[in-house]
């Protein structure tokens, strides 16, 4: 008994001692204090924060892409590399069990980013990094601003998707009880001047440009910020949430909607502002429209090929002057396998989206007005009329060649962005216009591939597609462009829906929509109505200039308290 006695007595003189050891954490074991010791730690964190933007060029992330219905598959699975989930996006098969793209809270069957992790995130950041001791100030504060930019970001993305959100200004302790942790939906209204808060405390302490681009391309830029700080205001100023009757009465009480019941023209007044002060940054970063640049050892291309490549290129050429944001994480070779009609040289594609019908009826004639409006276009008999290409055509469509009346005279951004039956098909090594490709894709042909590699509707995005991905018959080798997330010409085509709300259409609205419509090969908007359209007075009206934006930027397809609004960041079909 007295060794008992011994033994306890000593083990109670120790006992301090020991829980000691018990809370010490393996030495293998990161902790959050061991992020924030070092700036070499700090940078991985900021990165850990970029780590939650969706990886928009993934065919199975971005659900705008068939989510809009501008383009479509029949064959959803491991065939064609697509996730049925989009397929049901797009056929309005959204739940609210089990979320197709589940932004709000990630996981479950369909995809998506956890969006609030990913601000819970950026929170512990801006907490703590003013901890880090050998840090420079300038740097730490750009490294601030970049994430309050982020932050800003991923409100802003949960905003589109599902209107109403909580803000999280700052993340709640782990201690927090059952109720602090019962967070509400805030109004629309809050929501978007949270996020342009956010944006205007970053602008001041970000770079106008990237000089280290070997090291920093894809951070954010004052550009990038005040783009998605126009894109917020926008969106808040849209018919979606600007006045919808729809939501009338959404809200925790009557007396505070979560939905703005009136319109108000100041939104429009605001995003116009935010639009202009958005082109002023890109300009002064150097950002302007894409032009194509012939490589030194490529033969003298006609004027027809170089509109044509002008565009395409605005989305394809990795870096190019027109892209504001580059999702450097987020690569399209997967994208472009489902884009690209299988032929002699692509016969490793799966080939099977298709371009939507209606999305390829939004395409100009040579003329630039709607195919519709255009009276020297035979619009009644446009699927039922066959005409042979003129040879003067050659490198747009096979000459001689016998297709539908819909493909002929047509504006340049339909052959730039569509490839179908007897369309040219521009590609590094098919560069000389004398050797054209043109797509053979009549029942029978070597590259018809019967119908488990086709598209439905005869039409493939070819504006998805690089130039310089190239096959030999028997491999394909995609040139993965990174995806490009934010574009000047987006910009241009905000700020004139933006004025034609405001002051109603005139110069100032159409100066940008007119030096895209250039770009593209056409005339300027009164000009071709004046001289083209069944409809010559359409440009004075602004009912009819806001009906006609072929952007249709703002969605609202679902039932309240599903995802509202499913457009990423559009397709860009008509720019």
């Known amino acids: 008994m007295k060794i008992i006695r011994i033994l306890l007595v000593a083990c109670l003189a120790t006992m301090a001692s020991c829980n000691k050891y018990l809370d010490i954490i393996p030495d293998n074991v990161p902790t959050l204090d061991q992020a924030f010791q070092l700036r070499a730690t700090a940078k991985k964190y900021l990165f850990t924060c970029y780590s939650y933007i969706p990886q928009l060029g993934d065919v199975s992330a971005n659900y705008a892409i068939l989510g809009s219905r501008e383009i479509s598959t029949p064959y959803p699975g491991s065939q064609s590399g697509v996730r049925n989930s989009i397929i049901e996006l797009a056929y309005d098969y959204q739940n609210i069990v089990n979320p197709i793209a589940n932004y709000w809270s990630g996981g479950g069957d369909y995809g998506g980013t956890p969006m609030f992790i990913a601000i819970r ?7 703590n990094i003013h901890k880090v001791p050998d840090i420079q100030e300038p740097e730490r504060k750009r490294w601030i601003a970049e994430v309050k930019t982020l932050k800003a970001f991923y409100h802003f993305w949960l905003l589109r998707m599902y209107g109403p959100i909580p803000i999280v200004k700052e993340s709640l302790p782990i201690s927090a009880d059952v109720e602090a942790v019962r967070v509400k939906r805030q109004p629309v209204d809050e929501v978007a001047t949270y ?22 391309l894809g951070r954010m830029t004052q550009p990038i910020a005040l783009a998605i700080r126009a894109y917020t205001l926008m969106l808040n100023a849209s018919p979606l949430f600007n006045g919808n009757k729809d939501y009338a009465g959404f809200g925790h009480t009557t007396s505070q909607p979560l939905f703005s019941p009136e319109f108000s023209a100041a939104k429009w007044t605001l995003a116009a502002k935010a639009c202009e002060e958005a082109i002023a940054a890109a300009h002064d970063a150097g950002y302007k429209l894409h032009r194509f640049v012939k490589p030194f050892d490529m033969k003298d291309i006609g004027d027809s090929t170089r509109i044509c490549m002008d565009i395409r290129g605005a989305v394809t050429e990795e870096w190019n002057s027109e ?9 399209t070779g997967a994208l472009q396998r489902q884009c690209a009609p299988r032929n002699d040289v692509y016969s490793y594609t799966i080939s099977l989206w298709a371009a939507n019908m209606k999305a390829c009826e939004i395409f100009y004639t040579k ?11 035979d619009y009644a008999n446009r699927y039922t009329t066959l005409k042979t290409v003129p040879a003067t055509h050659r490198a747009i469509l096979k000459p001689n060649y016998t297709t539908s009346a819909f493909n002929i005279d047509r504006e340049y951004r339909f052959y730039a962005d569509l490839a179908f039956d007897g369309s040219s098909y521009f590609m590094k090594q098919r560069s000389n216009e004398d050797n054209l490709l043109y797509i053979n894709t009549m029942w029978g042909s070597s590259s018809s591939n019967g119908l488990s590699r086709t598209s439905f509707t005869g039409y493939w995005p070819k504006k998805m597609v690089s130039w310089k991905t190239s096959g030999d018959g028997g491999s394909y080798a995609p040139d993965s462009y990174a995806w490009p997330a934010i574009r000047l010409t987006a910009l241009y085509l905000m700020y004139a829906e933006a004025l034609n709300e405001t002051e109603g259409p005139g110069a100032r609205a159409y100066q940008y929509l007119d030096s895209v419509r250039a770009r593209a090969g056409l005339k300027g908007v009164v000009e071709s109505w004046a001289n083209y359209s069944r409809n010559p007075s359409r440009p004075a009206s602004k009912k009819a200039s806001a009906a006609s ?5 703002w969605r609202n397809s679902s039932s309240k308290g599903k995802t509202i609004g499913t457009c990423a960041a559009g397709n860009g079909w008509i720019i």
């Open 195 to 216: 996020i342009v808060q956010l944006l205007d405390e970053a602008r001041a302490d970000l770079p106008l440009i990237i000089t280290n681009q070997r090291e920093e």
């Open 549 to 553: 934006s072929s952007t249709k930027r």
């Open 367 to 377: 003329n630039g007005v709607p195919i519709d409006e255009d009276p020297s276009w």
């Open 323 to 331: 892209v504001i944001w580059t999702l450097t994480h987020s690569s």
């Open 121 to 127: 995130t950026c929170n512990t950041f801006l907490a």
